[in-house]
């Protein structure tokens, strides 16, 4: 039998210890702080977090897309660094072998040229050998790949004729173009209606099964991680706060930020229900609160956490992974777990966590918010 392969030799990206900040005027902005993560080839995952957590910025950097940044950490790429790569490498890269799906396509596709002209250019920019005439056809084949009737006419349309989700297909064609090894897809479902988003995630879900590509998948929705994704890593102030498999970050969550994103889903079957929204908003990435970033809006808020940083440390065998001082058997809603936290708060509170944790009860968002 052939020895086991490690995680190393499996996973096609590997992030380790990623840092970037950004100087300014008003102080200096720690937009991720320490991030380690891997995926494999075929594989998903899924970076979730609020606005503001450091997703963009982490998947930006790779690909030497963050300005301005000091950057640190390491982030192999089919066994190359891609944080030490000169600028002319990384072009080489991005778009061949990395694609990115931007949030927004109206404002990624340029308005003054033709859809196909645009995936064309992208394919001959990589791929000298291709003449205008086989780019064309090219777009034509990935258009009709994806989904958009009648490519061979509406190849020559502008991003403006085309709707919301026809655009989206558009930048899901042109990524795939080239058959890249790894797509980084930024929030791509964000301004669509509930109907194309479920057909774009279809999409995307079809044509990684039939490339083998791999999938980095940012998104603030967890209903879209429920879909599509793999492994889960969820980010709060820049920093990874919990990272496991898909079921264990649904049916097992430990940190209590994954379980505030998992308690405010609408769900169609309560409709009576009130929401419950995590309170507050998230810190300054300028001026951090100390110890745990998120105790200011925790309910589980103990000493500890206002001094001490948890690192990410095992929560169960399967590789899940929590940065947070909860009892680690504390997973899941169960009433053993809750009964395991609540105990581990009654020890470890006192006087002034116990202050924030009434600042928290007290505030208006602790009592939810009626789905209409």
């Not at 490690?6 to 996973?11: A, G, M, W």
């Not at 897309?65 to 072009?91: C, I, K, T, Y």
């Not at 395991?340 to 918010?369: D, F, N, Q």
Request: net charge negative; glycine share 8%.
């Amino acid at each position: 039998m052939a020895p086991a392969q490690s995680e190393d030799d499996l996973s096609l990206l590997e992030v380790t210890n990623l840092r970037v900040s950004f100087p300014t005027a008003d102080g200096v902005v720690q937009a991720v702080r320490g991030v380690s993560f891997s995926v494999e080839a075929g594989r998903t995952i899924g970076i979730v977090g609020e606005s503001g957590s450091g997703k963009t910025v982490l998947t930006q950097t790779l690909l030497g897309l963050a300005p301005g940044g000091e950057v640190s950490g390491q982030a192999m790429f089919d066994g190359a660094n891609l944080l030490a790569m000169e600028p002319a490498q990384l072009r080489r890269i991005r778009g061949a072998e990395i694609s990115v799906i931007f949030q927004d396509p109206l404002t990624s596709l340029h308005p003054m040229y033709r859809v196909g002209w645009q995936i064309g250019e992208m394919i001959r920019a990589h791929d000298k050998s291709v003449t205008k005439k086989q780019a064309h056809e090219r777009a034509i084949e990935m258009l009709d790949r994806v989904g958009i009737p009648q490519p061979r006419q509406r190849v020559n349309d502008y991003p403006h004729q085309f709707s919301g989700g026809m655009r989206q297909r558009a930048m899901i064609a042109m990524a795939l173009s080239l058959s890249p090894k790894l797509i980084i897809a930024d929030e791509p479902t964000t301004a669509l209606d509930a109907t194309v988003q479920a057909q774009i995630l279809d999409l995307l879900l079809r044509l990684q099964q039939e490339s083998g590509t791999a999938l980095i998948m940012i998104t603030h929705d967890l209903g879209v991680v429920a879909d599509i994704a793999d492994d889960v890593l969820v980010m709060y102030a820049g920093r990874a706060a919990e990272k496991a498999s898909k079921h264990d970050i649904f049916y097992a969550a430990h940190h209590p930020y994954t379980k505030g994103l998992l308690e405010s889903i609408p769900r169609s079957s309560a409709a009576s229900d009130r929401l419950k929204p995590i309170t507050g908003q998230p810190p300054s990435l300028i001026n951090l609160p100390s110890g745990c970033a998120f105790h200011p809006r925790c309910r589980y808020v103990m000493d500890r956490c206002l001094t001490d940083e948890p690192t990410l440390v095992p929560v169960a065998e399967s590789g899940h992974l929590s940065a947070c001082w909860l009892p680690a058997a504390a997973v899941g809603t169960s009433d053993e777990a809750e009964a395991l936290r609540t105990r581990a708060v009654l020890a470890g509170r006192h006087e002034e966590a116990a202050k924030i944790a009434e600042e928290i009860a007290e505030s208006p968002e602790s009592e939810g918010s009626v789905i209409a």
